[in-house]
């Protein structure tokens, strides 16, 4: 299962939340898959901050089948242009929501998330505030853009 929806925030809010990733503290390393090396970088997100709350709230508001699930990761990613993620699932039993808060995209940005499924690979664009969910089983990464950096939320759902 992999939705998206587009236009996922007000536009002030999409641009509140790009203000709040550009502002980040970022630590090297997200370890997507044991035995794996690091890439990229990550920022958890805690409870207390307004874009916790905010996208906990548009979350469970558009997703109702999360309402009964347990969410226990909220944080961000950014990777440098030319950066290489790993394939990788972030569980065997729960849900992702990926939420892209960049400003501008283009086809020859870059940047796109890529799934693996039954042999075969298909992606979805990193368009500016759209949010994607789909099956944590999945086996996926992002691709980094062309020319800037590429930031992306996730919410982990058990």
């Known amino acids: 299962m992999i939705n998206y929806i587009d236009n996922f925030l007000t536009e002030q809010e999409h641009k509140h939340v790009y203000e709040f990733c550009t502002q980040a503290k970022w630590t090297y390393g997200e370890l997507d898959y044991p035995g794996r090396p690091p890439t990229g970088m990550g920022s958890t997100i805690d409870g207390n901050e307004w874009v916790y709350k905010l996208m906990m709230r548009r979350t469970l508001e558009t997703f ?68 994607v969910v789909f099956d944590s089983s999945i086996w996926h990464r992002a691709t980094s853009f062309r020319d800037r950096h590429r930031f992306s939320l996730a919410l982990k759902f058990e």
């Not at 347990?70 to 290489?84: D, K």
């Not at 065997?92 to 890529?114: F, H, I, R, S």
């Open 64 to 131: 109702e089948f999360l309402q009964n699930r347990r969410m226990y990761r909220m944080h961000m990613n950014i990777f440098a242009p030319g950066e290489w993620a790993y394939y990788h699932v972030d569980r065997q039993d729960g849900y992702t929501v990926l939420y892209y808060p960049n400003l501008e995209w283009k086809l020859d940005d870059g940047g796109a998330t890529e799934f693996c499924i039954d042999d075969q690979m298909s992606g979805l664009y990193p368009v500016p505030n759209r949010v």
